[in-house]
């Protein structure tokens, strides 16, 4: 399971629902990763991964800025009583930290959704909002 990171310089403008879920990143550099979701929002999901995956989507090298944005394509499945939703999103990613481990934290702001993304995602938290589950 992973472990969450408390990022005291930026406070989360929505209550984040855990979730353990894979997800494919792909960077535009046509990078294809893997990682998985721990939690997520309206506004943007954590996911953990491991360094290599990290680096391979921003060097650590290279600062995080509104000058030097990095943009994500997000693929992933949300569990629904009602079936599989599948969620296609441009992100921004918006920090990255460093867990215990050896474990990396990507925090990834959603953009732009595709296909109804977005009302699926607004389906699923309410869902889980409803079930009260693992809300932060």
Do not use: W
Not at 11 to 24: D, H, T
Not at 39 to 57: E, F, H, K
Not at 67 to 83: Q, Y
């Amino acid at each position: 399971m992973a472990v969450i990171y408390a990022f005291r310089e930026r406070r989360a403008r929505f209550p984040r629902i855990n979730l353990e879920q894979p997800v494919a990143l792909v960077h535009a550099n046509a990078t294809v990763a893997t990682a998985c979701i721990s939690n997520i929002s309206p506004g943007g999901m954590q996911v953990c991964c491991d360094r290599y995956t990290a680096d391979s989507l921003h060097a650590s090298s290279e600062p995080l800025g509104k000058r030097n944005k990095v943009s994500i394509d997000a693929h992933f499945l949300l569990p629904s009583p009602t079936g599989i939703r599948k969620i296609d999103v441009e992100c921004r990613l918006a920090h990255v930290a460093e867990l215990s481990g050896g474990e990396y934290a990507l925090g990834l702001e959603f953009i732009e959704f595709q296909h109804g993304g977005r009302e699926e995602l607004k389906a699923f938290l309410g869902e889980a909002v409803s079930l009260n589950q693992g809300i932060e």
